[in-house]
């Protein structure tokens, strides 16, 4: 069933990804624009946006794990995964500050007064380096260190979780749930190996 799969995988081209890819974000701006995102489209489009791009990091982050615990293959869709991630919570941002707040002042204010936001922006920071790396000339320059590089993405992946959990009212499952996901996900990376039993 796996193999199969995976075969089917190798058929679908990555740029059919960024297509997908691009439909949400038009949809919500559409759904904002004819009242579908209910009394405050610019706060449900930016918590959608941020919820999708925490997610589409879970899923960035599960590539290795199901490769090496259940064998499905997405090494080839790991690069438009990442790329995407930051497309949406760049988004995220953009709807936060063009439309949301407004003031460039208040923006740091909130930065600097909100710990919520403050982990957030880091959580961001931390994904600038890897897309601007994450292409073939940055991956031959680099070398070893590109692999170093990107192994920040753990500490995004931990800080988005973080900013969703403190962004919410009270105790909540969801943001909770996200958290656990990416904590267990980065502890099987942990898991040593299993080395295959050497033939006589």
């Known amino acids: 069933m796996i193999d199969k799969l995976n075969l089917w995988l190798r058929r679908v081209p990555v740029w059919s990804l960024y297509i997908l890819g691009a439909v949400y974000p038009a949809w919500l701006l559409y759904q904002g624009l004819v009242g579908g995102l209910g009394v405050d489209p610019v706060k449900a489009m930016e918590h959608a946006l941020g919820k999708a791009g925490l997610q589409l990091l879970v899923v960035t982050l599960l590539v290795t794990p199901l490769r090496r615990f259940v064998g499905l293959n997405l090494l080839r869709f790991r690069r438009a995964l990442g790329l995407l991630t930051f497309f949406y919570i760049g988004l995220h941002l953009l ?26 922006m880091a959580g961001f920071v931390l994904m600038l380096p890897l897309a601007v790396t994450s292409n073939n000339w940055s991956l031959r320059r680099l070398g070893r260190r590109w692999s170093l590089l990107h192994r920040l993405t753990y500490g995004a992946a931990v800080l988005g979780a973080v900013h969703y959990v403190m962004l919410v009212k009270g105790l909540q499952l969801e943001p909770l749930v996200y958290l656990s996901g990416v904590l267990l996900i980065l502890a099987l990376r942990r898991v040593p190996k299993r080395r295959r039993p050497q033939s006589a």
């Open 95 to 120: 709807v936060w500050f063009a439309l949301d707040v407004q003031i460039a002042a208040q923006v740091w204010a909130d930065i600097v007064k909100r710990p919520y936001i403050t982990i957030g």
